[in-house]
């Protein structure tokens, strides 16, 4: 168990529909980020969030967003949902201090979402 | 453009033996990589890691190798145990603190 907590488990939904993930961090880290892994590929990352505030963008398209609460926990909002967004969506946190969590991300068991 | 390449879907490795698994990368601005195990419905762990200065690091089992003038960096398991089968991601960033660019991965198998 990483500590990192994300909700749902499952999603299915429909094409142009809307749907939300939601991702506890760990206790005491301040980053949080997404990445989508589709069918056979690798984890895609999506956006970073440190502290409430977007650090790093990745190749998150315009019908995504995101954003991190005050109490740290962040959504990921997807919609006009298509058949290709079906994937399975991580979010990862790590600690604070020195700028570097890369050596460090914990991911939850990630979110899987079917688009039919 | 597949900036980190895996170019090994799967591997197979006798328990016992040495398992090695391969990453190229085309960006020679990263300079922190990792390695990253999953099991199935269950988010990637952590392994090891190496930053640009190093050629080598090494945790217990695993070990990591870069190569920086070829853009290559190896993960060895020794001895590979039937645990270890899992698929396994390279990953490399710019910059601490910057967002990982992940391999497709490699999937392991370790025979008994």
């Known amino acids: 168990d990483s500590g990192v907590t994300q909700t749902p488990k499952h999603l299915i939904t429909a094409t142009g529909q809307r749907v939300t993930l939601r991702c506890s961090p760990r206790?005491?880290?301040?980053?949080v980020y997404w990445y989508q892994q589709s069918l056979d590929q690798g984890l895609q990352f999506l956006i970073q969030?440190?502290?409430?505030?977007?650090?790093a963008k990745g190749n998150i398209l315009e019908r995504f967003s995101a954003q991190q609460f005050p109490d740290l926990h962040s959504e990921l909002n997807l919609s006009s949902l298509e058949l290709g967004d079906s994937a399975l969506y991580f979010c990862?946190?790590?600690?604070?201090?020195?700028?570097?969590?890369?050596?460090?991300?914990?991911f939850g068991p990630g979110t899987r979402l079917t688009v039919l | 453009d597949q900036q980190v390449k895996q170019n090994s879907p799967s591997l197979s490795v006798q328990e016992g033996r040495i398992s090695i698994l391969n990453c190229d990368y085309t960006?020679?601005?990263?300079?922190?990589f990792l390695w990253y195990k999953k099991y199935p419905a269950e988010g990637p762990t952590f392994l090891i890691s190496?930053?640009?200065?190093?050629d080598k690091n090494e945790d217990g089992r695993f070990t990591v190798f870069l190569n920086k003038s070829a853009k290559h960096l190896s993960l060895h398991i020794v001895p590979s145990q039937p645990g270890d089968s899992a698929v396994y991601f390279c990953?490399?960033?710019?910059?601490?603190?910057?967002?990982?660019?992940f391999g497709p991965g490699t999937r392991l198998s370790v025979l008994p």
């Open positions: 206790s005491g880290d301040l980053s």
């Open positions: 990862a946190s790590s600690p604070p201090g020195l700028d570097r969590g890369t050596d460090t991300q914990y």
């Open positions: 190496i930053s640009s200065i190093k």
């Open positions: 969030y440190y502290n409430g505030e977007e650090r």
């Open positions: 990953a490399a960033s710019q910059y601490y603190g910057q967002n990982f660019v």
């Open positions: 960006n020679s601005m990263f300079d922190y």
